[in-house]
């Protein structure tokens, strides 16, 4: 859809400069695909846990591993090429960078736990579905970051609220 192509990870081993796994799966990347990338590849996973990328066929085909060549780059050098490990093969925006900073997490458990709580209060109301959080819910805890932030904002007018709730108008 951005204009990358999508294959099979043995086509596309050769082809790419950077693997992220995002596949929730384990062994996406093994031995046969390290085999083809280029020299000087780099490797990563956000998907799930470090089971992605298969660790030890990485291991077994390097004669020499440099660790923390840079901060969270590992180099694993192979007869013919480097391949480069980014956090150890562990989720890489968790590991490697910001993740999910406290400032984000609080709002995401603020909106689980409450859920929760809406739908053990509810739940005799509830149809045995699948529901939103109720959008009060949401624009509370919006409201409580901001003002625990100390940020203030318009509110909106009923106007900007149509436009925002309707497909008519706009793109």
Excluded at 11 to 32: K, M, P, Q, W
Excluded at 61 to 84: G, M, T
Aim: aromatic share 8%.
């Amino acid at each position: 859809m951005d204009g990358f192509q999508v294959m099979p990870m043995q086509a596309a081993a050769s082809l790419g400069d950077l693997f992220c796994t995002l596949t929730g799966d384990i062994n996406v990347i093994r031995a046969e695909h390290f085999k083809l990338m280029k020299h000087g590849a780099i490797v990563c996973n956000s998907g799930h846990f470090d089971v992605e990328i298969n660790i030890n066929d990485l291991k077994k085909l390097a004669h020499k591993i440099n660790k923390n060549i840079r901060n969270n780059v590992d180099e694993y050098v192979l007869k013919d090429k480097s391949i480069y490990l980014l956090a150890e093969g562990r989720l890489i925006n968790l590991a490697a960078a910001e993740g999910h900073p406290a400032s984000v997490m609080d709002m995401s458990f603020a909106t689980q736990a409450l859920a929760t709580e809406f739908v053990v209060k509810n739940y005799k109301k509830l149809a045995k579905k699948v529901y939103n959080v109720p959008v009060e819910l949401e624009q509370w805890i919006a409201d409580l970051k901001l003002k625990s932030m100390g940020v203030a904002i318009d509110k909106l007018t009923k106007e900007q609220e149509k436009y925002l709730s309707a497909w008519e108008v706009g793109t």
